[in-house]
């Protein structure tokens, strides 16, 4: 009876294996010298032996090659935790030292104030609404109070609105509701610092006769408890004197930047530092 062709290769491979084993055992038991008959059988037998072989070797080859590459995957996966984690601590270190910068700012600023003041972390800046309010992490418990003067290393942020226990809220000078005496530091001429309500304030009350142009600095004039003198408030941008009325329109960006606040500074004016 034929074989189907489909099926005659694995006929075939089969034949031959089961040839080979019989041409193995066979020249297993001649004897140790290499007759004739044993070095044919060596010979038929050896290439049969490298066909069976073959797919054997390459199906090994490839499952290494599987198993190398499941280690190697791993191995990848493992680095790139690794790499994370290392990413993350460099990122908290950086924070730390840029952190460590601002507050030796904030420091140096303590010494130089003749006044007692303490540190506070911004917790939460509200801009959007129509009253631009920041709020900190100080307190009553800490002895803050109402009306004491907020800044930075820039300048003036405000000023305290509303306190409890642990948190305070300070109203930011560029805020509508928000009025200090000022003066031109160049000139020495006294006006109003008025919050827009947006990133900007309004210099009230200069007379036209005044001299006063883009780039001059603006600080406390000091006329009140809240504010002592001479504390940065921000830099005139204009300056028009061609408005209807007595006064100027002079416009003043604040020194600080409010999109940036983490810590501040807040003046315990009624307490003054002793030297």
């Not at 041409?23 to 070095?39: E, H, Q, V, W």
């Not at 420091?107 to 800046?125: C, E, F, H, P």
């Not at 305070?168 to 509701?177: A, E, F, W």
Request: aromatic fraction near 6%; charge should be positive; glycine fraction near 8%.
């Amino acid at each position: 009876m034929s074989i189907p062709k489909k099926y005659r290769p694995t006929a075939i491979v089969i034949l031959l294996i089961v040839f080979s084993i019989i041409l193995l055992i066979f020249s297993a038991k001649m004897p140790s010298d290499t007759g004739y008959l044993r070095k044919l059988i060596l010979d038929v037998a050896a290439p049969i032996e490298r066909l069976i072989r073959m797919p054997l070797d390459k199906t090994i080859t490839v499952w290494n090659r599987y198993l190398f590459l499941v280690g190697l995957g791993e191995e990848n996966r493992r680095l790139k935790r690794e790499n994370d984690q290392l990413r993350n601590q460099l990122l908290q270190y950086q924070e730390g030292y840029l952190e460590g910068l601002r507050l030796q700012k904030l420091l140096t600023l303590k010494d130089q104030s003749n006044y007692v003041s303490m540190t506070a972390r911004v917790i939460g800046i509200d801009q959007k609404s129509l009253i631009k309010t920041i709020l900190i992490n100080k307190g009553t418990s800490h002895g803050i109070r109402n009306g004491l003067p907020v800044m930075n290393d820039q300048g003036v942020l405000g000023r305290i609105i509303e306190t409890s226990w642990h948190v305070s809220r300070v109203l930011l000078i560029s805020d509508g509701n928000s009025n200090i005496d000022a003066l031109v530091q160049g000139t020495r001429v006294q006006g109003m610092l008025q919050g827009s309500g947006t990133m900007r304030c309004i210099l009230k009350y200069i007379a036209k006769t005044e001299e006063v142009k883009k780039g001059d600095l603006v600080v406390s004039a000091g006329m009140t408890e809240i504010f002592p003198k001479g504390l940065l408030l921000g830099t005139v941008i204009r300056a028009d004197k061609k408005d209807s009325g007595l006064f100027q329109r002079i416009e003043v960006v604040p020194a600080v930047d409010f999109t940036r606040l983490e810590e501040v500074l807040i003046l315990m004016v009624t307490e003054k530092r002793k030297k």
